[in-house]
């Protein structure tokens, strides 16, 4: 009993209690806010940024292509190409509030990217 009401709680916190944008993934789509926002697998969490106003993860797009990708509310998709060289990026870090980096652990990124939200 006490377990399912320690999960009840814990889905109200994650869906019922955040004030900002709402991720979902579903197959190979990830829904930002209802709206499809990004096509392929997802290969690593999602990471919401420390405002929360963002979310990051690696996938591979439609084409198979490793990639770094960050949400932000509209929903606009950044992707950025992740390199042999950096795999196996199956973790991503917030480095900065836009500034990601990706790499086997979040304390080893092997690739960054870094970009500029004009409001």
């Known amino acids: 009993m006490l377990r399912r009401l320690v999960q009840a709680a814990l889905v109200f916190i994650v869906l019922g209690g955040a ?8 197959g190979r789509t990830v829904w930002l806010d209802g709206a ?12 919401w940024s420390a405002d ?10 439609a084409r198979g292509r490793a990639a770094l990708v ?3 509310p509209g929903p606009q998709a950044l992707s950025w190409p992740i ?13 900065g509030p836009t500034k990601i ?13 870094s970009f500029t939200v004009e409001r």
């Open 19 to 26: 004030a900002g944008p709402r991720v979902l993934v579903r």
């Open 36 to 47: 499809a926002a990004w096509h392929g697998a997802v290969t690593s969490p999602l990471v």
């Open 52 to 61: 929360s106003g963002a979310v990051a993860f690696t996938g591979r797009d």
């Open 70 to 72: 960050v949400l932000l």
């Open 83 to 95: 390199p042999a060289s950096a795999q196996p990026a199956r973790a991503v870090t917030w480095l």
């Open 101 to 113: 980096g990706a790499g086997p652990s979040v304390l080893e990124p092997r690739v960054i990217a």
